[in-house]
């Protein structure tokens, strides 16, 4: 089986990647190397923020490795939170200060329409490679459920009765931006 870093020490991204890639590829973490300090992420973009964590720890490690950027997308909001989807409400703020943060911008308003999107980069023996994922949805007027992270509680996907938070793990992941973008990246490697 073939071994890739992931440029990430968000444990939730490292469990759902998990579930997607289980036995096609061994994930190693960045704990595993003992790299604890954070990587920088200071695009404008998500492919440029995934690039950059990339980049960070294959100029480190000199092996093959991969990063995911994330962002959430709402049509009210000309395209908020985006790029700064996990700091939205302050540089060390929580998932739930994120969330109360998007339903006061979004209270009263009528577009909940929103959408997630992943970029992955990958960097493989030096090149670089790019792999996307988007799962569209609304956005709710409360929370509902207490799986998964990030905006899970208040995004219904499209098609769908019930909000990340309230999917399993697996349900999720064959729906989600990152499960998509997970898959793409899979299907590139195996045919290595």
């Known amino acids: 089986m073939r071994d890739i870093i992931i440029a990430t020490h968000n444990k939730h991204k490292i469990e759902e990647i998990q579930q997607v890639v289980k036995g096609k590829i061994n994930i190693i973490s960045l704990k595993e190397l003992g790299l604890n300090n954070d990587i920088p992420e200071t695009g404008d973009t998500l492919k440029e923020n995934a690039r950059q964590k990339a980049r960070y720890v294959y100029e480190r490690f000199h092996k093959d490795c991969f990063a995911d950027d994330t962002g959430l997308e709402v049509d009210a909001l000309d395209g908020r939170p985006g790029v700064y989807s996990a700091r939205y409400a302050g540089e060390k703020c929580s998932f739930d200060d994120n969330i109360d943060k998007l339903l006061e911008e979004l209270d ?11 970029v992955i980069c990958l960097i493989e023996n030096g090149e670089e490679k790019y792999f996307e994922g988007i799962c569209k949805g609304n956005i709710t007027t409360e929370r509902y459920g207490n799986k998964g992270f990030g905006y899970d509680p208040v995004f219904i996907p499209e098609g769908h009765g019930e909000s990340f938070a309230e999917m399993s793990g697996e349900a999720k992941n064959k729906i989600s931006h990152r499960g998509i973008a997970t898959r793409e990246l899979i299907k590139y490697l195996l045919k290595q």
């Open 108 to 118: 009263g308003k009528t577009n909940r329409k929103a959408c997630f999107k992943t």
